[in-house]
């Protein structure tokens, strides 16, 4: 464990926790996107399937629960909740992430580590959460004023991803034959999704208005 | 991480 990925999954954790509190105490899910909270269950789904497998250690086995606890909740609340779900902008929220699902589960068939199921889930997860953004940051583009704390869900959710690449390039050269393709090259590519929202994010706290995304 | 060792990031 180095610093870089403890920041980052403290980052991951803190996104969470915001939306998490945001949802609970504002019994709101405005500018919220259904889709991607959908798909990131399902990525933590697929990916810690080995939870009662493989104990990596006592972290890693409860950082896995909180992540999957913390996003079926959250997908409960907008789907279920009587009050939080009257606010979910379903309208905007059209983006049709199960033409996202498919690829990425045929990818992790095509691109893995190993041929096993659990492997093959896992590179599925990796692949999936790449994108599970995209309905998110669409959402944005379509909400009018995007509240505070929806915008730094999404930031905090970009900064880990950031942390992980630094925790990747640490490790490259601190631990011998440490190559993981498939993690680096989906990383990068879900780490540039978060570009435009970070320049505009940074350019709004800047000049200290609103955050807007240019359509 | 060799093949087959448990992913140890989240």
Sequence with gaps: MNLFRLAGDMTHLVSVVVLLLK???IKSCAGVSLKTQELYALVFAARY??????FVSLYNTVMKLVFLAS???????????KIVRRTYDKEHDTFRHHFIVLPCLVLGLLLNEKFTFREVMWAFSIYLEAVAILPQLVLLQRTRNIDNLTAQYVFFLGA???LYIFNWIYRYFTEPHFVHWISWIAGIVQTLLYGDFFY???LSWKNNVKLELPA | RQRGEPHDEL
């Design chain 1, 23 to 25: 949802i609970h105490t």
């Design chain 1, 71 to 81: 996003s079926f909740t959250i997908v409960w609340y907008m789907r279920r909740h």
């Design chain 1, 200 to 202: 505009y994010y940074i």
């Design chain 1, 49 to 54: 399937l080995d939870l009662f497998v493989h």
């Design chain 1, 160 to 162: 880990y991803r950031v």
